[in-house]
C-alpha cells in the first residue's frame, strides 16, 4: 500500500479531466477527507457532502492520505460519493505501522451521511447533518492483548457546519462542531469497548480561515474516550489545504496525538491528496 499510497487519488484526477467533475459549489467549500472517509478536516467529519455535486449532480472522489507521529505511522485511502448533495457513502482502509515491533494493524470502515437541514453558505441557520462509521478491525489481536471486548463498532455523530462570507477581518470564516456516539478505541485500531466500559459521547470541533479562494488555515479539536486502562489523550491539529481547482486538493498538518497505546508525546505530521470528480 505504502508504495503505491497517492496513485488512487492521482488517478481519479486524470479522469476527472476526461470526464468533468461536478462544478455546483464554491471552490473548497467541500473540505477534505478526514481519515475514517468522511468529508470535513483531516480529523473531524463536518456537516457538508464530499465533493462539489449540487442537487442535480453525483460527485466521486478518491484520497489517499499520511500521518506519522513520533513512534507510529497511519496510511488511509479510500472513496466517497456523493448522491445530490444529499447523501455521502464512503469506504476507508487504514493501515496503522508500528515499525518499533514490526507490527501492522489494519481496519476497513463503511460509511454514511445525509444532510439534513441547510446549505453551509446560503442558509440562515448552520448545515447540519448525520453520519455513521461502521468499523471492522482485521487485525484484533493487540486490541484482545489490551481488554477490548469487541472487533468492530459502529459511531454514530451530527455535525453543524457554516462558512460565514467575510467575517473575519474581511476573510471567509468557517466552523463546525461535531458530536459522536462511540466505543472505538484510537479510532478502532484497538477495538471497541472494554471491560465495564459503554459507548460514550465524545465532541469535536473545527476552525478555519480561507485566506484566498485557493488556500485555508485551520485547527481542529477532537476529544477521545478512555476506556482501555492505558491514557489516551485528545488529539488536535493545525492544518494548511491548498485548493488549486475543482479536481484535486492537498492538506498539510501538524498533529498532537498525546499517548497512543502508552507511548507518550506523539507529534508529527499529516498529508493528504484528494481527487475530485
Known sequence: MTKYLYLFPLTLLFFSHLCGAANGKLLATPGVSQVEGSAGGGLVPWAQLAGYASEDEIAINGFCSRASVSDYRLDVCGAQLNWHDRIELSYAHQRFDVPALELQIEQNIFAAKIRIYGDLVYSRWPQLSAGIQHKRLQDPLVANLLGA?????????????????GAAFGYNWLWNLTGRYTQANQLGLLGFGAENKHASLQFETSTAVLLNNHLAFGIEYRQKPDQLGIKEDDWQDIFIAWFPNKTVSFTLAWLDLGSIAGANNQTGWYLSVNGYL
Do not use: M, V
Open 149 to 165: 471486548r469487541h472487533e468492530q463498532g459502529t459511531d454514530l455523530y451530527l455535525s453543524a457546519s457554516k462558512l460565514h462570507l
